[in-house]
């Protein structure tokens, strides 16, 4: 595993989510991910990804391995909310209610 391997990877998920490609784009970021799981911005991306293909417990497992990498950037708590209000949007399940207010508070203590 290279970084630039990483990183080819990562600008070829783009270039597929740009010609509305977004499952392929799944998999060239996975590939990223499994070659380094640290790759933030692989995860991040895996997490927008997969709201817009509506699968919402994959967003928010991608968005929270972001919190788990990197738990002292408040915007990583942010980004988190934001991906338990959509998924609450998505479900209508009250439980992701109650995790996206905890991380927003967290957003402002880290």
């Known amino acids: 595993m290279t970084e630039e391997q990483v990183l080819t990877l990562e600008k070829e998920a783009e270039q597929l989510k740009s010609d509305g490609k977004l499952d392929e784009a799944i998999d060239k970021l996975k590939q990223a991910t499994e070659m380094d799981d640290r790759f933030v911005r692989g995860h991040m991306a895996l997490s ?14 991608h968005a929270e391995r972001v919190v788990e990498i990197e738990p002292e950037d408040q915007f990583n708590w942010s980004a988190l909310s934001v991906t338990y209000q959509r998924a609450f949007e998505g479900t209508r399940d009250p439980l992701f209610i109650q995790k996206a207010e905890d991380a927003m508070a967290r957003s402002r203590t880290s």
């Open 48 to 61: 927008v990804l997969y709201h817009q293909v509506e699968d919402h417990e994959k967003s928010c497992h």
